[in-house]
C-alpha cells in the first residue's frame, strides 16, 4: 500500500521560508515522477512542482518559479519542496504527489488531469501571514 507523508508546514511571516518533507512507502519513488500540488481554500488545486525520476528535470508554474524548489533524496524515499519569499497568496494545503504511468515525455515531468493517475498524501496546511 502507497503512503506519503507531508511534513513541514506551519506559519511563517511574508517573506520568510518553509521546507516541506514527503516521505513515500510502498512505492519506489527512484521510478516515479513526484509533485507537489496545494490547493486554497475556495479554489481549485494547482500542480506547483514536478520532478522527474532521478531528479535530472523539474517543473514549476510561473507563480513560484523562482521561489520554490522541489528536490528528492530517492535513498530515504523522501521529496522535498524549498519553498522562500513566501506570500500570503501561498497560503494553502500543500499535498506531496506521486505517478508512475506515462509521467514524463523527453524526460520532462507532466502533468495529468486525472487525479486518479496520482497517489496523494493528505496534505499540510501553509499559511502566511501579511
Known amino acids: 500500500q502507497v503512503q506519503l507523508v507531508e511534513s513541514g508546514g506551519g506559519s511563517v511571516q511574508a517573506g520568510g521560508s518553509l521546507r516541506l518533507s514527503c516521505e513515500a512507502t510502498?512505492?519506489?519513488?527512484?521510478?516515479?515522477?513526484m509533485y507537489w500540488f496545494r490547493q486554497a481554500p475556495g479554489k481549485e488545486r494547482e500542480g506547483i512542482a514536478a520532478i522527474s525520476p532521478g531528479g535530472a528535470s523539474t517543473v514549476y508554474p510561473d507563480s513560484v518559479k523562482g521561489r520554490f524548489f522541489i528536490s528528492r533524496d530517492d535513498a530515504k524515499n523522501t521529496l522535498y519542496l524549498e519553498m522562500n519569499s513566501l506570500k500570503p497568496e501561498d497560503t494553502a494545503t500543500y499535498y506531496c504527489?506521486?505517478?508512475?504511468?506515462?509521467?514524463?515525455?523527453?524526460?520532462?515531468?507532466?502533468?495529468?488531469?486525472?487525479?486518479?493517475?496520482?497517489?496523494w498524501g493528505k496534505g499540510s496546511l501553509v499559511t502566511i501571514s501579511s
Open positions: 510502498g512505492i519506489y519513488t527512484s521510478y516515479a515522477c
Open positions: 504527489a506521486a505517478r508512475r504511468s506515462s509521467c514524463q515525455t523527453y524526460g520532462v515531468p507532466t502533468w495529468s488531469n486525472n487525479n486518479e493517475m496520482y497517489y
